[in-house]
């Protein structure tokens, strides 16, 4: 098992990017399955709306990073060091952190780096960054999480877009992030975009619509084995939970909110009967976001926990998902700065490559 | 682990059905309110009253209420 203590790094602010334009699941089914209609699937997976639009997640993060380092006072010479998480880079090549440097007018002693995750992939970048930042010659870093690209209605209506910051500091003194992450690279298959990487690159063929467990995608489109991942989940997280809490002798029940990755409703609500969790205490966005990938934890705390994060908090926080995949994380915070959630526009003006 | 109490659980989840629908021999994935979102509350009810987890193949290898009962059993 992979546990990992770091010290001395905490998360001094959080934002997020979100596409201004809203999918209502009830009026924009677009007869996506034959199976059920757009009332039971909201029902079901408690997804009404998502945010979507022809926006890379880069243009998501970008702007949250520029409200967050406002919003908690950092000057942009400060930063050290960006990680992006997603997958959904904005090009095969270079890393979208390099490009997101100079976006920033961030200083050229930085160090970027991206990182191909998806809803583990918050807890995996915290990680990364806070494991880079632990001995204080990099101080201040942001991490850059979430999904967004051209708009392809076949990704289907559980999904959405966000692109989300963290903004981390070295601070000596101020506890530990504790983190248990695991991988099941068995069922690389449950979730997955067939087409377009190195083993099947795009050809006319991605295009074409076939039918898939009763849906109509093509293999530019994430295809997923439902009840696999239900599975995963239901099963993983408790599991993870568990293990992370007895690694490091936490009181799991103790904690002020409980985050976990919004991926379906039905999931996050066994998963939190399962653990015997107070629903006050487990926020959830899904409702009006849907599933953002890496950007889900981030983005829940984000719009769900304004104003309700000033003195000490504790988290306990766990993605999961494609991979297979999963992390879990407890932290505490101290006035945790939560920026206002940034809606952005199709940019129809820059020329980029 | 009781058959009669599976089939109860069954048919708590079915709103729109008969419960007289429901025996050991019914073959659950004919019935016209069961779709793979229902599959998910099967497994989520399973989860919950048996602890145990079931996955997609054992979803599609089951074809009536007692089958999938017995890998439910099977994995106790």
């Known amino acids: 098992m992979a546990f990992l203590e770091v010290r001395n790094v905490r998360i001094a602010g959080m934002s997020a990017g979100v596409p201004k334009r809203i999918v209502n699941n009830l009026e924009q089914f677009n007869d996506y399955s034959k199976e059920y209609d757009a ?45 992006f998480v997603s997958q959904n880079a904005d090009y095969i090549l270079p890393a979208t952190a390099c490009i997101i440097q100079e976006r920033l007018g961030l200083k050229k002693e930085c160090y970027a780096m991206d990182i191909s995750m998806g809803c583990s992939g918050w807890v995996y970048g915290l990680s990364t960054a ?15 999480c979430g999904d967004g690209k051209r708009r392809s209605e076949y990704d289907g209506p559980l999904f959405g877009f966000a692109g989300t910051v963290t903004a981390l500091a070295y ?48 293999r530019m ?39 976990f990755h919004q991926a379906n409703m039905k999931m996050n609500d066994l998963i939190m009967k ?18 953002t990938s890496s950007a889900s934890i981030p983005l829940t705390i984000v719009t769900q926990l304004g104003g309700k994060c000033q003195g000490h908090k504790s988290f306990l926080c766990c993605g999961f998902g494609v991979g297979l995949s999963w992390g879990t994380v407890a932290f505490d915070t101290n006035d945790l700065v939560l920026s206002e959630l940034v809606e952005v526009e199709e940019d129809k003006e820059t020329k980029w490559v | 682990m009781d058959i009669n109490d599976f089939i109860q659980h069954f048919v708590e989840l079915f709103d729109e059905t008969d419960p007289s629908v429901f025996t050991p021999e019914t073959v659950f994935h004919d019935l016209d309110e069961y779709s793979s979102l229902m599959a998910l509350s099967i ?20 074809v009536t209420i007692e089958d999938l009962y017995n890998i439910v059993k099977s994995k106790m």
Not at chain 1, 240 to 249: A, D, M
């Open chain 2, 43 to 62: 497994m989520a009810m399973v989860n919950v009253e048996y602890d145990v987890t079931l996955k997609g193949n054992d979803m599609s290898a089951a």
């Open chain 1, 39 to 83: 009332a039971e699937f909201v029902e079901e997976t408690g997804v009404l709306e998502r945010r979507v639009d022809n926006i890379p997640t880069s243009d998501l993060c970008v702007p949250a990073a520029i409200k967050l380092m406002q919003d908690i006072g950092w000057d942009k010479d400060e930063v050290e060091a960006i990680l």
């Open chain 1, 130 to 144: 806070a494991s880079l930042m632990q001995n204080g010659t990099i101080r201040k870093a942001l991490l850059m």
């Open chain 1, 221 to 259: 489109a994430t295809r997923m084995k439902g009840m696999d991942v239900f599975a995963f989940g239901i099963s993983i997280v408790p599991k993870s939970i568990r293990k992370l809490t007895e690694r490091f002798q936490l009181d799991y029940q103790s904690c002020d909110y409980y985050v």
């Open chain 1, 274 to 291: 399962k653990l015997n969790l107070p629903v006050e205490k487990v926020p959830s966005c899904m409702y009006h976001f849907g599933n």
């Open chain 1, 171 to 218: 601070d000596e003194g101020c506890g530990s992030m504790k983190f248990h992450l695991g991988t099941d690279g068995s069922s690389y298959d449950a979730i997955i975009i067939p087409d377009g990487g190195a083993r099947n690159q795009v050809t006319p063929r991605s295009f074409e619509l076939e039918e898939v467990n009763g849906k109509m995608i093509h």
